[in-house]
């Protein structure tokens, strides 16, 4: 990121955090500079795991003061007050065994120092953002009317990947034929996910700082069409994808404000927005319920959204956006990622405090399963495939260990009528070399599954990935070191290996090698039958690549 983009984006956050902030009784004193670098670093760094209100979620609950009562009446009490400055910041310095990361090559000592004391102030409550607010932030850069009938450039669309590269805010648009980068277009902070429209032309982006961008790849050289600014903290967008609705709406969730806005597909125009602020499933209201995964489905005219600390699953109605309906089903907290099953009825999606996957029929409208996996689930958006004893199988790995485990998924085809037994039920849990695994991957042209580890401690695991032999899932997997593969040389930050993603004829396997914010990366591409090195595609440009969205098989959910 440039200095003129960071100081925007702390002038920002400024204006966003100034309602509210006042400190805590007991809390260490700070001056008003390092409030201003506390808030910054916490909506940066913490706010996506421990929550704006800091009530805690896949984090812990970072509040100075807290108190619970559990089902005997026995109540325990605690709060960054209790810990104190020294042992906030050795937390901070040096991670948890509970998932958190060590921030002591992130952060600099003082930093670490002031995030210690900071924790211990009231949390700062950011306003809330109308569909005022949003018509406001609306931009259309080009109006539909003024874009091409046709496509206009002779790439084959339907190979690009879209590629965030997280700490430049920007998003790279790579030929998947060539491998050569087609451009890289300004986006939001560290965009989360690309999404693709129904008919493959657009691609919607949202960013940490809430801003959508809307990129229309027809014109000669790709363009983006609309921005529009759905809060102040966000991670999710999908389209409308049933018959009769291709391109018309986006919809987009938001972690701060809790809410979720509907848009107009073509030019990103504010139509909706619906709070998400309610009870939980355990009866408790809660302030600040974000809006984790989104999918769209292609049976019916309806979104699923994923409310995190409710653990309530709404499925969207948006055939007629005026008199919305919804249907909410109860599941379980903290709802985070998921995917289609291989049917795609069912949608499958990690209750990650609760170690289970909780699966929607989108045909009924109701909770098929709530099935226990180890600890911390976390899919992406798994893996789907035939396993050669029982059938149809979504896969998901663990941020908190060492296993993937494959969920038996119903099928309406007679011949898998033998499988019903296993329905819902883990069938195999696959051993990894540790703990820390973000994505799984597989295409149905493929006999593997790629798994990654980038949350693992061991430098070794977190710049390797895994694959496994879907014809023998005995065998011990391949360890592929990506990092030592790129032949960059070594840094002092690690190089994460995340997000294995195919390409549009399931033969490669795409995996970014996420380094430090100043250290050039890569994207190093395998060949998937003989997991040989097939390109490493680096650039100046290429700075801290996360997530890779092949154009389609994220328009057809493949996976
Ligand atoms: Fe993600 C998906 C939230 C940290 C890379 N991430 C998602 C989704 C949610 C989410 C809700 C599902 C979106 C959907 O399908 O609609 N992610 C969060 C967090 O709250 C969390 C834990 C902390 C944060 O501050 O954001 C978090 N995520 C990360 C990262 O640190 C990752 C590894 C790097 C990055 O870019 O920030 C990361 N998340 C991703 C990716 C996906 C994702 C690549 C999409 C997976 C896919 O294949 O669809």
Same mark, same amino acid.
């Given at each position: 990121?440039?200095?003129?983009?960071?100081?925007?984006?702390?002038?920002?956050?400024?204006?966003?955090?100034?309602?509210?902030?006042?400190?805590?009784?007991?809390?260490?004193?700070?001056?008003?500079?390092?409030?201003?670098?506390?808030?910054?670093?916490?909506?940066?760094?913490?706010?996506?795991?421990?929550?704006?209100?800091?009530?805690?979620?896949?984090?812990?609950?970072?509040?100075?003061?807290?108190?619970?009562?559990?089902?005997?009446?026995?109540?325990?009490?605690?709060?960054?007050?209790?810990?104190?400055?020294?042992?906030?910041?050795?937390?901070?310095?040096?991670?948890?065994?509970?998932?958190?990361?060590?921030?002591?090559?992130?952060?600099?000592?003082?930093?670490?120092?002031?995030?210690?004391?900071?924790?211990?102030?009231?949390?700062?409550?950011?306003?809330?953002?109308?569909?005022?607010?949003?018509?406001?932030?609306?931009?259309?850069?080009?109006?539909?009317?003024?874009?091409?009938?046709?496509?206009?450039?002779?790439?084959?669309?339907?190979?690009?990947?879209?590629?965030?590269?997280?700490?430049?805010?920007?998003?790279?648009?790579? &030929?998947?034929?060539?491998?050569?980068?087609?451009?890289?277009? &300004?986006?939001?902070?560290?965009?989360?996910?690309?999404?693709?429209?129904?008919?493959?032309?657009?691609?919607?982006? !949202?960013?940490?700082?809430?801003?959508?961008?809307?990129?229309?790849?027809?014109?000669?050289?790709?363009?983006?069409?609309?921005?529009?600014?759905?809060?102040?903290?966000?991670?999710?967008?999908?389209?409308?994808?049933?018959?009769?609705?291709?391109?018309?709406?986006?919809?987009?969730?938001?972690?701060?404000?809790?809410?979720?806005?509907?848009?107009?597909?073509?030019?990103?125009?504010?139509?909706?927005?619906?709070?998400?602020?309610?009870?939980?499933?355990?009866?408790?209201?809660?302030?600040?319920?974000?809006?984790?995964?989104?999918?769209?489905?292609?049976?019916?005219?309806?979104?699923?959204?994923?409310?995190?600390?409710?653990?309530?699953?709404?499925?969207?109605?948006?055939?007629?956006?005026?008199?919305?309906?919804?249907?909410?089903?109860?599941?379980?907290?903290?709802?985070?990622?998921?995917?289609?099953?291989?049917?795609?009825?069912?949608?499958?999606?990690?209750?990650?405090?609760?170690?289970?996957?909780?699966?929607? &029929?989108?045909?009924?409208?109701?909770?098929?399963?709530?099935?226990?996996?180890?600890?911390?689930?976390?899919?992406?958006?798994?893996?789907?495939?035939?396993?050669?004893?029982?059938?149809?199988?979504?896969?998901?790995?663990?941020?908190?260990?060492?296993?993937?485990?494959?969920?038996?998924?119903?099928?309406?085809?007679?011949?898998?009528?033998?499988?019903?037994?296993?329905?819902?039920? !883990?069938?195999?849990?696959?051993?990894?070399?540790?703990?820390?695994?973000?994505?799984?991957?597989?295409?149905?042209?493929?006999?593997?599954?790629?798994?990654?580890?980038?949350?693992?401690?061991?430098?070794?695991?977190?710049?390797?990935?895994?694959?496994?032999?879907?014809?023998?899932?005995?065998?011990?997997?391949?360890?592929?070191?990506?990092?030592?593969?790129?032949?960059?040389?070594?840094?002092?930050?690690?190089?994460?290996?995340?997000?294995?993603?195919?390409?549009?004829?399931?033969?490669?396997?795409?995996?970014?090698?996420?380094?430090?914010?100043?250290?050039?990366?890569?994207?190093?591409?395998?060949?998937?039958?003989?997991?040989?090195?097939?390109?490493?595609?680096?650039?100046?440009?290429?700075?801290?690549?996360?997530?890779?969205?092949? !154009?389609?098989?994220?328009?057809?959910?493949?996976?």
């Amino acid at each position: 990121m440039t200095t003129r983009t960071l100081t925007r984006l702390a002038l920002a956050l400024m204006a966003t955090f100034a309602a509210g902030a006042h400190a805590q009784q007991g809390a260490p004193e700070m001056t008003q500079a390092e409030v201003e670098v506390g808030k910054k670093i916490y909506f940066e760094r913490c706010a996506g795991c421990h929550g704006v209100l800091r009530k805690g979620a896949t984090g812990k609950n970072l509040e100075p003061h807290w108190s619970k009562k559990d089902k005997d009446g026995n109540v325990t009490e605690g709060g960054t007050l209790k810990l104190g400055t020294a042992r906030l910041e050795k937390i901070i310095a040096l991670g948890t065994e509970g998932g958190m990361v060590n921030y002591d090559d992130i952060l600099t000592k003082e930093e670490i120092n002031i995030m210690a004391r900071y924790i211990q102030r009231t949390p700062d409550v950011p306003p809330e953002f109308s569909l005022k607010d949003m018509q406001a932030s609306w931009k259309l850069l080009v109006p539909v009317d003024q874009r091409p009938t046709k496509q206009m450039n002779k790439v084959n669309l339907k190979n690009i990947f879209a590629i965030t590269l997280r700490d430049a805010g920007k998003l790279a648009l790579v &030929d998947g034929d060539t491998k050569q980068i087609w451009k890289i277009l &300004d986006t939001g902070y560290a965009v989360h996910i690309s999404r693709l429209s129904a008919s493959g032309r657009y691609i919607y982006t !949202v960013g940490r700082d809430g801003l959508v961008t809307l990129i229309d790849m027809w014109f000669e050289d790709p363009k983006t069409v609309a921005t529009v600014k759905l809060g102040a903290d966000a991670r999710s967008v999908d389209t409308s994808k049933f018959k009769g609705f291709e391109d018309k709406y986006l919809i987009g969730g938001t972690y701060w404000p809790p809410q979720y806005s509907i848009m107009d597909g073509e030019t990103l125009e504010p139509k909706k927005i619906v709070s998400t602020r309610g009870n939980t499933v355990d009866g408790e209201y809660h302030p600040e319920p974000r809006v984790a995964s989104i999918v769209a489905s292609m049976t019916k005219p309806e979104w699923v959204v994923n409310v995190k600390e409710t653990g309530q699953i709404m499925l969207v109605d948006y055939s007629d956006i005026k008199n919305l309906k919804t249907t909410t089903i109860e599941s379980a907290k903290f709802l985070h990622d998921g995917g289609w099953d291989q049917s795609k009825r069912y949608f499958l999606v990690a209750a990650n405090a609760s170690h289970k996957i909780a699966a929607v &029929d989108t045909k009924t409208g109701k909770l098929a399963a709530l099935v226990d996996t180890k600890k911390i689930p976390h899919p992406g958006r798994g893996a789907n495939f035939v396993h050669p004893t029982y059938g149809p199988v979504w896969a998901t790995g663990h941020l908190g260990d060492a296993a993937i485990t494959l969920i038996s998924t119903p099928s309406e085809k007679k011949a898998d009528a033998k499988y019903k037994q296993y329905n819902w039920k !883990v069938v195999q849990e696959l051993k990894t070399a540790g703990a820390g695994n973000l994505f799984v991957k597989t295409h149905p042209k493929s006999t593997h599954l790629w798994a990654d580890m980038p949350m693992n401690p061991e430098r070794e695991n977190a710049e390797s990935v895994y694959v496994y032999d879907l014809k023998d899932l005995n065998k011990a997997p391949v360890k592929l070191n990506v990092a030592q593969d790129s032949g960059l040389p070594q840094t002092k930050a690690l190089r994460r290996a995340t997000h294995p993603e195919y390409n549009q004829a399931g033969d490669e396997v795409w995996i970014s090698l996420w380094g430090g914010k100043t250290d050039q990366s890569a994207i190093v591409v395998y060949d998937d039958k003989t997991l040989k090195l097939k390109k490493v595609i680096t650039d100046p440009a290429i700075v801290t690549p996360t997530g890779k969205f092949n !154009v389609f098989n994220t328009q057809h959910d493949v996976y």
